[in-house]
């Protein structure tokens, strides 16, 4: 056991507090973990997230969670969050989703609804005869920053399509890199909100161009963003590879978008469904950087250790308690399923791969199942040459077909051997018949 913690390296504390949930004390509760195998604490979630994409979470809480409870919990903070903002008709449709169950105070305000209605007339009959009096003049600068101004109304008021609109057309009247960059930041944003993921990758590429106008946040800010394009993509091997060279300087200036316990949780579980082992100590475990997000989950950091060590009963059980609430996250909920199998596949396969024949009894123990399950597992990964290897059904046994190599190479010299030798006697006949003249001369027609 010794040994094994060695091998964890600087991973992993000697007085670690977050062993299988054994936290006490006051480090506990500053350091609780949001995304945990306890339900879902909706009010510590929300608060990690501001703007539409807390409202965005809340609604597909209430709409996943199967839990009348929760359920109201999240509408009723989604409405709070709400009429804070200008969004009228997504109040109409979580008033609508509450149906008098949260009682009066959480009905329909037609006096509010109403007078955000008028404000924003008069607000946006204002921006026109700016932007207007701005296109007259040819001001470029005052011209950009009048169509920023209004896609931040439509965006503050969910007309998604007419904010990127607008947020586009900045692009003519940009005259430094910051002003590319920041209308890039803004597309990207809408874009996620709309879930239009090639927009995202598209502008994440045009803001990287402009270098000398990109710091540390907006670095961190773009990858991560990269990162969630390509796990909607279902690139994950891409997506961890963002998410791990998301640097420290995220924090939490990216909140409107992504939290720094996202990034730990979709770079952790991306990269154990696609990195090998030599990956994962280099680019995860040995990673300094991406050490500050995991601590945030502490989850996701003894999962990783566990699945590196090979305590593949625990990883597993760690997944399984935490896959309740990531089934949960807006992002992350079509493609639990998918990493899942990919990270038991590899533990398999990583199980199977040192040994010449492996006991199906003790491998079922070791995965915290049954043998009939596991071979059932064992033949699927047989059937798509991900194991190379046969089962002794009667006896319990994986036999693993390994290459002979010194077998392999001798027959590929001997073949090579013959190959030359045929060729070789080949053209020794060849310049025979040609000395002897007994080659057929072509016929020339006439």
Known sequence: MDAEDEATGHMIEEEEIYVNGGEDGDESKRHRPIISGEQLDIEAYAALYTGRTKISRLLFIAEKCGNASMQLDALRMAYDEIKKGENTQLFREVVAKIDGRLGPNYGPDNAWADAVDRRAELRKEKLENELNAYRTNLIKESIRMGYNDFGDFYFAHGQLGDAFKNYVRTRDYCTTSKHIVHM?????????????????????SKAEQSQDALDSITIAKLRCTAGLALLEGKKYKLAARKFLETGPDLGNSYTEVIAPQDVATYGGLCALASFDRAELKSKVIDNINFRNFLELVP?????????????????????????????????????????YEQIRNKALIQYTHPFVSV?????????????????????????????????????????????????????????????????????????NLIKHEFNLKASRKH
């Open 359 to 431: 006991d199906l009894h003790m491998m079922a123990n070791a995965f915290n199942t049954s043998v009939s399950s596991l071979e059932k597992e064992l033949e699927a990964l047989i059937t798509n040459n991900q194991i190379q290897a046969r089962i002794d059904s009667h006896n319990k046994i994986l036999y693993a077909r390994h290459a002979d190599q010194r077998n392999t190479t001798f027959q590929r010299v001997l073949q090579t051997g013959c190959e030359f030798d045929r060729e070789v006697r080949s053209m020794l006949l060849r310049a």
């Open 184 to 204: 890039c930041l803004n597309a990207i944003l809408v874009s996620i909100e709309m879930g239009q993921f090639t927009h995202v990758t598209s502008y994440v």
């Open 299 to 339: 989850e996701i950091r003894e999962l990783i250790n566990d699945f590196y060590t090979s305590h593949y009963a625990s990883c597993l059980e760690y997944l399984g308690n935490l896959k309740a609430n990531l089934l949960l996250d807006i992002h992350l909920h079509d493609h639990v399923e998918t990493l």
